[in-house]
């Protein structure tokens, strides 16, 4: 059972606009979400995470939004690059066992110029 | 070299031979990780190493035997698998308890079990 989802496996989107990407959680325990972004033949990096104690964090272009009630979180990307073309992982831990991430199955970003 | 780098990049081997995978982090972390990448699935945890003790074990098949003999390498030896365990072997680590502690990633080991 997936307890990290990623619904849309791939996502186009124009250079310039707004690039949404969607994850849902089932697990109620998880309190701390990350964003990974994967390029080809590279490890997965780091992009941004948001504590369950807040519903938004932005970084540069990068926004996350977690609605708890919902089990949902989305990373916003604005404007969107032809860099930011890659694979999107949502993933989540429980903080009383931080180190086990959970991760969803990825969602992949291609940025039309 | 920086960040966390791993070797081979690429594997191809037989279901009878034996082969490493060495992963090494140069980022002054306390925690390492072995993930299993296979096609259209999530990553998953295989093993967490904390300060050269392994504390999770993620119900993996014993013929994936890990080994972290210092917080700065870490080794998964690899022997009778089978053509099913032919992925993307990815290693991380991260600063534990320090707050949240993000895990840095290297680029991967392709594995083909012929």
Redesign the interface.
Known sequence: D?Q?KQNSPSLSVQEGRISILNCDYTNSMFD?F?W?KKYP??????LI?I?SIKDKNEDGRFTVFLNKSAKHLSLHIVPSQPGDSAVY?C?ARPNFG?????????TRLTIIP | ETGVTQTPRHLVMGMTNKKSLKCEQHLGHNAMYWYKQSAKKPLELMFVYNFKEQTENNSVPSRFSPECPNSSHLFLHLHTLQPEDSALYLCASSLRDRGPNEQFFGPGTRLTVL
Do not use: W
């Open positions: 997936q990290v701390y990350l990974y033949a590279e490890g997965p990096t780091f995470s504590s992982f993933a931080n180190e086990k991430l959970t991760f969803g199955t990825g």
